[in-house]
């Protein structure tokens, strides 16, 4: 490992801020990993959006508050397409890039879908955010803690809904933005999933990991969405395995 270890820097999803990413960080920093979570644009502490955004927008603020040294770049959901941005058109700031439940080149019946939601996303803001909660963790579920479930919920209700939507369209047609790039990637990257996500589905990791020159793909288990909460310690293992490979490491 470096005298003075390469910084991971995580990107949150849609409607999310930077705390969701304490379980992962704890696990990381006690294999000496540094870490920075960024809030991305409109989300946590950063100000509102007031205006239509791309991810080359998103993904310009995003690299004005990175370190200016390459980084292990992490992204989850739409901090994964901003991710995949960054890593595409400024490749000398990202020493990897893993890709978190992301989605990937959706086939057209995929993109219906998310576009119906977005269609319908500022009508009830609330009655939406109970959707997400439902998609992500199933009444059946009984791996995630109440209270975490409780702090999503939380976090979502408090979103500038017009700032949300900016965002959450960048979510949903930024696939295609990026998609056509993902072959001018050359940083080391892994693209891994939960095994029952809905929507970043695991056939979306693999197609991610198949595009990117250097890619390669990881299923977790029994997780959805939510996998970076889910099963903190199984993203954990496979993000420090696969830097430690990049570095020169542990196989």
């Given at each position: 490992m470096p005298d003075s270890p390469t910084p991971v820097v995580l990107l949150h999803g849609v409607g999310l801020d930077r705390a969701m990413w304490a379980p992962l960080i704890a696990s990381l920093e006690s294999a000496d990993r540094p870490c920075?979570?960024?809030?991305?644009?409109?989300h946590g502490a950063q100000p509102p959006l007031r205006e239509a955004q791309t991810l080359a927008t998103l993904g310009a603020d995003v690299l004005d508050r990175m370190p200016a040294e390459p980084v292990h770049l992490v992204g989850f959901s739409l901090g994964a397409l901003i991710?995949?941005?960054?890593?595409?058109f400024a490749p000398a700031r990202v020493a990897t890039l893993t890709s978190v439940n992301?989605?990937?080149?959706?086939?057209p019946e995929e993109a219906e879908k998310v576009e119906?939601?977005?269609?319908?996303?500022?009508?009830?803001?609330?009655e939406g955010v109970e959707a997400s909660i439902e998609r992500w963790y199933p009444a059946a579920t009984t791996s995630v803690p109440?209270?975490?479930?409780d702090a999503t919920r939380a976090t979502l209700l408090a979103n500038d809904i017009e700032s949300y939507l900016h965002a959450y369209t960048v979510f949903v047609?930024?696939?295609?933005?990026?998609?056509p790039e993902l072959g001018g990637i050359h940083a080391p990257a892994l693209a891994i999933t939960g095994e029952h996500d809905p929507g970043s589905t695991p056939e979306m990791s693999r197609r991610l990991a198949e595009a990117i020159p250097d890619?390669?793909?990881?299923i977790v288990p029994g997780t959805r969405h939510m996998m970076p909460v889910e099963d903190a310690p199984a993203l954990a293992s496979a993000l420090i395995s696969f830097i430690d490979e990049t570095e020169g490491g542990r196989p």
């Open positions: 920075l979570a960024l809030d991305l644009p409109g991710a995949q941005h960054i890593a595409r992301s989605v990937c080149r959706r086939t119906a939601r977005l269609a319908t996303a500022g009508v009830d803001f609330a109440q209270g975490i479930i047609r930024g696939d295609r933005e990026i998609g890619g390669r793909a990881v």
